[in-house]
């Protein structure tokens, strides 16, 4: 497709369980973000890829939170031992070179809803 | 460190009326600033944004927003509302290091 792709869209799972939520960014963009959006806030920066390292991963909560992009284009971030408070829409972005510099933008995806019970 | 504030968790306002939502913006050095728009279920899509030059910058769908660099704003304007507008509209500023959103406010359109 043309556009970013996020799946699953939804996601339950049982508190303490791992998740993974997987993001294809648009063909040819070099630089992906994952936000995340807990209900009524705005995007919450987690992490930057750059090609395939995580060249900012200052948003990551904390060590249950990991991302990897291995070959510089899909994008996992996995959540070990979720727990309720994790619950929000994980959303994923890219763009053709680091958004932060102002000449492109970041296109989203529509988003991962995870909903920890 | 940078920061959005965006006055009004919620605005009504009436079919064909203006639409003026605010974005105030903390930043020590100038900032490159963005507006986004949210429909239900999806993502979220640039509606205009601003880096340097003119300061008034016209976007999608009929909206337009002033940089204000004095009074650190850059809200968003539309002369005429449509029912089409209702969604989430999010500010955001970056100055070279991340990009960071403000909370957001939910414009409804009322027939």
């Known amino acids: 497709g043309a556009g970013v792709s996020q799946t699953p869209s939804n996601k339950v799972t049982e508190k303490g369980k791992y998740v993974e939520l997987r993001c294809d960014p648009i063909s040819g963009h070099t630089a992906l973000y994952w936000y995340r959006q807990s209900l009524g806030q705005g995007p919450e920066f987690l992490i930057y890829?750059?090609?395939?390292?995580?060249?900012?991963d200052s948003g990551l909560p904390n060590d249950r939170f990991f991302a990897v992009r291995p070959e510089g284009s899909v994008s996992t971030l996995k959540i070990q031992r979720t727990e309720r408070g994790d619950s929000a829409v994980y959303l994923c972005?890219?763009?053709?070179?680091?958004?932060?510099?102002?000449?492109?933008?970041?296109?989203f995806g529509q988003g991962t809803r995870l909903t920890v019970v | 460190a940078q920061s959005v504030t965006q006055l009004g968790s919620h605005v009504s306002v009436s079919e064909g009326a203006l639409v003026l939502l605010r974005c105030n913006y903390s930043?020590?050095?100038?900032?490159?600033l963005f507006w986004y728009v949210q429909y239900p279920n999806q993502g979220l899509q640039l509606l205009l944004k601003?880096?340097?030059?003119?300061?008034l910058v016209k976007g999608i769908n009929g909206f337009e927003a002033e940089f204000k660099k004095s009074e650190t704003s850059f809200h968003l304007t539309k002369p005429s509302a449509h029912m089409s507008d209702a969604a989430e509209y999010f500010c955001?500023?970056?100055?070279?290091?991340?990009?960071?959103f403000g909370p957001g406010t939910s414009l409804s359109v009322i027939p």
């Open positions: 972005a890219s763009s053709p070179t680091r958004w932060e510099e102002g000449a492109t933008e970041a296109f």
């Open positions: 955001a500023v970056t100055t070279y290091d991340k990009v960071i």
């Open positions: 890829f750059q090609g395939t390292g995580a060249a900012d």
């Open positions: 601003y880096t340097t030059g003119a300061t």
């Open positions: 930043s020590s050095v100038p900032p490159y």
